[in-house]
């Protein structure tokens, strides 16, 4: 009894504060409500900096390093880089909708679509996903950060290793990986939306270290060198189509999670106009040109220095080593600090608060995006990503192929927003278990059914691209190329087939009140929706706390303007000595599904 009781009492620690969750819902907590209007502040350059941050790092830099593989010269790799930006331009506008249309984030989205108990696989997913991305993306960070240790101290340059063998890092590399977990961790303290500033500095200083590195190594080797022409595309026939369909899906399966995370960041975004062109930009111009760097650093690195260099530190490295002179020290700092900036936006944009969110939305008692990103960065290192790049580990190859899990979810959500729902969500019901997303027992069976269908074509070529002798049946190595394409189109197509075949009852388009004041009073009345600031404080109130007549715009009610759907929440309340305790004892609209076991929630006062 006394251990239950100190449990009981840790776990009473560990909650959020009741003033901080402002709800007595376990669905519910202000990190999963929608964005304020007031805080929807990201313009042209913010959504430009969301996705050029993935676009400025070093991972990009380093990405056409891959062509050799597939059979495909340099100036191909490139071409199909472009085309898979324009597939990712594609998917990631018609899934920012619900950011934008409703101001809500994935883990909502995903309540949207699979239900209320089925969102916890896709959010299990992404923050699966979240983990190794972060671990991935820290690694680079902390050999950025000895980019500029080494630009301070000789000796820290030649820093000896006192690790063994049997580990997969040096000394300095486990340094360097540490700060550079600490630094990314202060960047927690700030609001997701807070975060546009840092990524549009970073997006600046590393594009001209980029240009910098580039234009000093053309002009020592007096040109780019000849890796352009000189690398001819080995592929013939078939097999050449093949390759090219196989990079455009690498492609975007590997900047898919930003796809994927897109609503989760469109929701900042002050106008439609700002996402689409600050998307399109980004996905065209940095994602074109950072790849030819990469390809430039290691034709030059090839003639002046007799090896081809690939990562941006390495060539930083060999000049240190080479002469430690002020120039050299000087550029491995400023280009250090600009990729260690890049490296700190894009974990805490794709890994740290995404999975943060996600983690929200599964135990919102105890867990909001800060506590969620910090837990997501402390898990990382469990993965032990120095094994990723320095032994002959396979995980990096199979995460690579993690679009394959991916498009068919994209794939569904476009479908039900667009074509189900045609972009009508009640961000309200979203909150409620016996509701507008409950479907079957809380999960949308037909959302599955897509999603697997969709995915499990493309396993086996997970196997296959481990290791290549696990078959030779080359419909399914083709499948696995071009799965991107294929998967969409099926899972698409079969959830669009089985709502057709077997429709599930839409009874409610949207909220009839803005009770989160996400939109300003001209756009609220331009949804149907009465303007936050029309809304009294006790209704408000009485909203955060599920006591409230809440009006939706029903299918009936958007045909005819004098019918309407109300609910009515019934909570009670017992305070203690030391609590506030709330339960919801029934849903006293006329046939309702709620039911008194519903919401159970203790608050401290």
Same mark, same amino acid.
């Given at each position: 009894?006394?251990?239950?009781?100190?449990?009981?009492?840790?776990?009473?620690?560990?909650?959020?504060?009741?003033?901080?969750?402002?709800?007595?819902?376990?669905?519910?907590?202000?990190?999963?409500?929608?964005?304020?209007? =007031?805080?929807?502040?990201?313009?042209?350059?913010?959504?430009?900096?969301?996705?050029? #941050?993935?676009?400025?790092?070093?991972? @990009?830099?380093?990405?056409?390093?891959?062509?050799?593989?597939?059979?495909?010269?340099?100036?191909?790799?490139?071409?199909?880089?472009?085309?898979?930006?324009?597939?990712?331009?594609?998917?990631?506008?018609?899934?920012?909708?619900?950011?934008? *249309?409703?101001?809500?984030?994935?883990?909502?989205?995903? =309540?949207?679509?699979?239900?209320?108990?089925?969102?916890?696989?896709?959010?299990?997913? =992404?923050?699966?996903?979240?983990? #190794?991305?972060?671990?991935?993306?820290?690694?680079?960070?902390?050999?950025?950060?000895?980019?500029?240790? *080494?630009?301070?101290?000789?000796?820290?340059?030649?820093?000896?290793?006192?690790?063994?063998?049997?580990?997969?890092?040096?000394?300095?590399?486990?340094?360097?990986?540490?700060?550079?977990?600490?630094?990314?961790?202060?960047?927690?303290?700030?609001?997701?939306?807070?975060?546009?500033?840092?990524?549009?500095?970073?997006?600046?200083?590393?594009?001209?270290?980029?240009?910098?590195?580039?234009?000093?190594?053309?002009?020592?080797?007096?040109?780019?060198?000849?890796?352009?022409?000189?690398?001819?595309?080995?592929?013939?026939?078939? *097999?050449?189509?093949?390759?090219?369909?196989?990079?455009?899906?690498?492609? $975007?399966?590997?900047?898919?999670?930003?796809?994927?995370?897109?609503?989760?960041?469109? =929701?900042?975004?002050?106008?439609?106009?700002?996402?689409?062109?600050?998307?399109?930009?980004?996905?065209?111009?940095?994602?074109?040109?950072?790849?030819?760097?990469?390809?430039?650093?290691?034709?030059?690195?090839?003639?002046?220095?007799?090896?081809?260099?690939?990562?941006?530190?390495?060539?930083?490295?060999?000049?240190?080593?080479?002469?430690?002179?002020?120039?050299?020290?000087?550029?491995?700092?400023?280009?250090?600090?600009? $990729?260690?900036?890049?490296?700190?936006?894009?974990?805490?944009?794709?890994?740290?608060?995404?999975?943060?969110?996600?983690?929200?939305? #599964?135990?919102? &008692?105890?867990?909001?995006?800060?506590?969620?990103?910090?837990?997501?960065?402390?898990?990382?290192?469990?993965?032990?990503?120095?094994?990723?790049?320095?032994?002959?580990?396979?995980?990096?190859?199979?995460?690579?192929?993690?679009?394959?899990?991916?498009?068919?979810?994209?794939?569904?959500?476009?479908?039900?927003?667009?074509?189900?729902?045609?972009?009508?969500?009640?961000?309200?019901?979203?909150?409620?278990?016996?509701?507008?997303?409950?479907?079957?027992?809380?999960?949308?069976?037909?959302?599955?059914?897509?999603?697997?269908?969709?995915?499990?074509?493309?396993?086996?070529?997970?196997?296959?691209?481990?290791?290549?002798?696990?078959?030779?049946?080359?419909?399914?190595?083709?499948?696995?190329?071009?799965?991107?394409?294929?998967?969409?189109?099926?899972?698409?197509?079969?959830?669009?087939?089985?709502?057709?075949?077997?429709?599930?009852?839409?009874?409610?388009?949207? *909220?009839?009140?803005?009770?989160?004041?996400?939109?300003?009073?001209?756009?609220?009345?331009?949804?149907?929706?009465?303007?936050?600031?029309?809304?009294?404080?006790?209704?408000?109130?009485?909203?955060?706390?599920?006591?409230?007549?809440?009006?939706?715009?029903?299918?009936?009610?958007?045909?005819?303007?004098?019918? @309407?759907?109300?609910?009515?929440?019934?909570?009670? &309340?017992? @305070?203690?000595?030391?609590?506030?305790?709330?339960?919801?004892?029934?849903?006293?609209?006329?046939?309702?599904?709620?039911?008194?076991?519903?919401?159970?929630?203790?608050?401290?006062?």
């Amino acid at each position: 009894m006394k251990s239950q009781s100190r449990f009981s009492k840790f776990l009473k620690h560990l909650e959020i504060p009741v003033h901080e969750r402002e709800t007595v819902n376990f669905l519910r907590n202000p990190d999963l409500q929608p964005i304020i209007s =007031r805080n929807q502040t990201w313009g042209f350059w913010s959504n430009f900096a969301y996705w050029g #941050v993935m676009s400025w790092s070093v991972g @990009t830099w380093m990405s056409a390093s891959s062509a050799l593989s597939v059979g495909l010269s340099y100036g191909e790799t490139i071409g199909t880089f472009i085309i898979g930006d324009v597939l990712t331009i594609i998917f990631t506008l018609a899934n920012s909708y619900p950011g934008y *249309d409703w101001k809500v984030g994935f883990t909502l989205s995903q =309540r949207f679509v699979f239900g209320i108990y089925g969102s916890g696989f896709g959010i299990l997913i =992404r923050i699966l996903m979240s983990i #190794v991305n972060y671990a991935s993306n820290a690694w680079l960070g902390g050999l950025c950060v000895n980019m500029i240790l *080494d630009s301070w101290s000789h000796h820290y340059l030649h820093l000896p290793n006192t690790l063994t063998q049997k580990v997969a890092m040096t000394t300095k590399e486990l340094i360097g990986f540490i700060i550079f977990h600490i630094i990314t961790m202060f960047c927690y303290l700030m609001k997701p939306y807070q975060a546009n500033y840092l990524m549009i500095s970073s997006c600046v200083a590393t594009c001209f270290a980029m240009m910098g590195m580039v234009i000093y190594l053309t002009k020592e080797n007096g040109g780019v060198g000849d890796l352009f022409v000189s690398t001819k595309s080995t592929a013939k026939g078939s *097999d050449k189509a093949w390759a090219w369909v196989y990079m455009v899906s690498y492609w $975007f399966g590997s900047v898919s999670p930003g796809s994927t995370n897109q609503s989760d960041f469109s =929701r900042f975004g002050s106008s439609q106009t700002a996402i689409w062109l600050g998307t399109i930009m980004a996905l065209l111009i940095p994602t074109t040109l950072t790849p030819v760097f990469g390809v430039i650093g290691a034709s030059t690195t090839e003639q002046l220095y007799g090896t081809q260099l690939w990562q941006p530190m390495d060539i930083c490295d060999y000049w240190l080593r080479q002469n430690y002179h002020p120039g050299a020290r000087a550029a491995s700092f400023f280009c250090g600090l600009a $990729f260690v900036s890049s490296q700190i936006s894009y974990t805490i944009s794709n890994a740290g608060f995404a999975s943060g969110m996600d983690l929200a939305g #599964v135990l919102p &008692k105890y867990i909001d995006i800060k506590r969620g990103a910090i837990f997501t960065a402390l898990v990382s290192v469990a993965l032990q990503p120095w094994n990723f790049y320095n032994s002959s580990s396979t995980f990096l190859t199979v995460m690579s192929s993690f679009g394959i899990v991916m498009t068919p979810i994209i794939s569904v959500m476009i479908c039900d927003n667009l074509v189900i729902r045609k972009r009508q969500y009640s961000v309200s019901q979203a909150f409620v278990i016996h509701g507008e997303y409950y479907f079957n027992k809380g999960f949308n069976w037909r959302a599955f059914v897509a999603w697997v269908v969709g995915m499990t074509p493309g396993l086996p070529g997970i196997a296959w691209q481990v290791n290549n002798n696990y078959f030779h049946n080359k419909g399914i190595v083709n499948f696995f190329y071009g799965d991107s394409f294929f998967s969409f189109a099926i899972s698409f197509l079969l959830y669009w087939f089985l709502c057709v075949v077997f429709p599930f009852q839409i009874n409610i388009l949207h *909220d009839d009140k803005d009770y989160c004041g996400a939109f300003t009073d001209e756009v609220a009345r331009s949804k149907g929706m009465v303007p936050f600031s029309e809304i009294t404080e006790e209704e408000i109130e009485a909203f955060k706390l599920g006591s409230l007549d809440i009006t939706y715009v029903t299918k009936d009610s958007a045909q005819n303007d004098h019918h @309407t759907e109300t609910k009515e929440i019934a909570i009670s &309340k017992t @305070t203690s000595a030391n609590t506030d305790e709330y339960e919801l004892v029934a849903d006293t609209t006329e046939n309702s599904e709620l039911e008194s076991s519903g919401i159970h929630e203790r608050g401290q006062k």
